[in-house]
């Protein structure tokens, strides 16, 4: 669903623009407007409400429309994700655009726009941190472990154990 086209707007719109079409498209579909009217018609103008709402809600917050506008780009271009696969995103639904030849494309400015994402970008620092520690714990366990043991492997150690629990258990006897 193209935003711009369910408010009947050019990409260009301004933010009071945006809302006059918003609240005039809310007033004509409101499913309450629409009570009596047959299931049909209920139904058509409580998805026109749905779809309107939506699209307010996307382009009234200048983060949420940029982030919009590029990943429009991208599909249009036909090398966003979905289209660098031979499909294409057009009125609610995914289309084969197969053209002879045409493999696997990458959108690097994509790839590159989703790899310095906040969120990534903190779950990259976070996997860091925990793998950084759990390098330190295993070479500090083994560093402990030879300092007490030196001369003694782990396997060594456990053999010794084991023969001065026989040898407690024949003591006893």
């Not at 139904?43 to 429309?65: H, N, P, S």
């Not at 780009?73 to 499909?87: D, V």
Request: proline share 1%.
């Amino acid at each position: 669903m193209d935003h711009y086209k369910a408010l009947g707007l050019s990409r260009n719109a301004t933010k009071d623009e945006i809302k006059q079409s918003f609240r005039k498209l809310a007033l004509k579909f409101h499913p309450d407007k629409h009570s009596l009217s047959s299931e049909e018609v209920k139904r058509r103008a409580a998805a026109r409400f749905k779809q309107a709402t939506e699209a307010y809600e996307v382009l009234i917050d200048e983060g949420k429309r940029a982030d919009y506008n590029r990943r429009c780009a991208s599909f249009s271009r036909g090398s966003g994700l979905a289209g660098g696969y031979g499909y294409s995103y057009s009125r609610g639904s995914y289309r084969s655009t197969s053209r002879p030849n045409s493999g696997l494309r990458l959108n690097f400015d994509a790839v590159f726009r989703f790899l310095t994402t906040r969120g990534f970008l903190l779950n990259l620092a976070f996997a860091s941190v925990i793998l950084g520690g759990a390098v330190a714990i295993e070479r500090s366990g083994n560093t402990i472990w030879k300092m007490q043991n030196s001369g003694k492997s782990f396997e060594e150690a456990l053999e010794s154990i084991q023969k001065s629990k026989v040898q407690q258990t024949k003591d006893r006897d």
